[in-house]
């Protein structure tokens, strides 16, 4: 499992997106109609923290191929249209442990400084089971537990949760998104992989859809059973 320390707790599956435009107009009658304040790492924590609250659970997940145009207002995405988000995000606190849920090779790790929508540090696996996809694990912090060449035993703790002073400048999430070994292999070759994003724009997203497949058909975030009473918050 991807995040062991949740095994078990109740999670909501959220759309980020609709809960900040909740969020906004919430908030819409003083300075904040005009700058977007969620763009500000507290503040989109808090939000999420309400959310959790609403929801009656301790943690969140959601987010492939969703439109983010809201919660990206005026963001350097903003700039570039590009609002779809690539992977799926789980919203647990800073310095949760992240494990890998299978046995893979660390193909990379590397340490992305931007902290204006930066990557942070960053784990990609390569799984050396039948499974063909790599899996990218970010906005980490630098407390890594492993090294690139590495073989990673199936739920071993490979980091942990950045803050948002080292994950980019983001709320404190886990970012898990899947690309395609084959465009891996070519932005690694054409020297591209730090231009990789976690983002596209709408008119990329049905060729995203196959370069960066569902992580939710693939990784397990927790072993709980769909059927476990547990799940009665789960929203889908
Ligand atoms: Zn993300």
Redesign the pocket.
């Known amino acids: 499992m991807i995040l062991p320390e949740f095994e078990g707790y109740p999670r909501a599956h959220i759309n980020l997106n609709n809960e900040a435009s909740l969020w906004r107009k919430e908030h819409s009658n003083h300075a904040y109609a005009i700058i977007n304040p969620l763009l500000d790492p507290q503040i989109c924590q808090a939000m999420i923290d309400n959310v959790h609250k609403k929801y009656k659970v301790l943690w969140s997940i959601g987010?492939w191929m969703e439109d983010r145009e809201v919660i990206l207002d005026k963001s350097y995405l903003t700039q570039e249209e590009k609002f779809i988000?690539l992977?799926v995000?789980a919203f647990v606190p800073k310095g949760t442990k992240v494990a890998i849920d299978r046995k893979a090779r660390v193909v990379r790790i590397d340490h992305d400084l931007d902290q204006d929508g930066g990557w942070g540090t960053r784990l990609i696996f390569e799984p050396l089971g039948k499974m063909k996809h790599h899996i990218i694990l970010a906005h980490l912090s630098r407390n890594i537990r492993c090294k690139v060449g590495q073989i990673i035993g199936a739920n071993e703790i490979v980091g942990e949760i950045g803050e948002p002073e080292v994950n980019g400048g983001w709320l404190a999430?886990l970012?898990a998104q899947m690309i395609i070994r084959e465009h891996f292999n070519d932005l690694i070759r054409n020297k591209k992989i730090m231009q990789l994003d976690?983002y596209c724009k709408p008119e990329e997203k049905e060729l995203a859809k196959r370069l960066f497949p569902n992580p939710m058909k693939y990784l397990n975030f927790t072993t709980l059973a769909p059927e476990n009473k547990h799940w009665r918050h789960e929203y889908p």
């Open positions: 987010g988000h992977g995000d999430h970012h976690g």
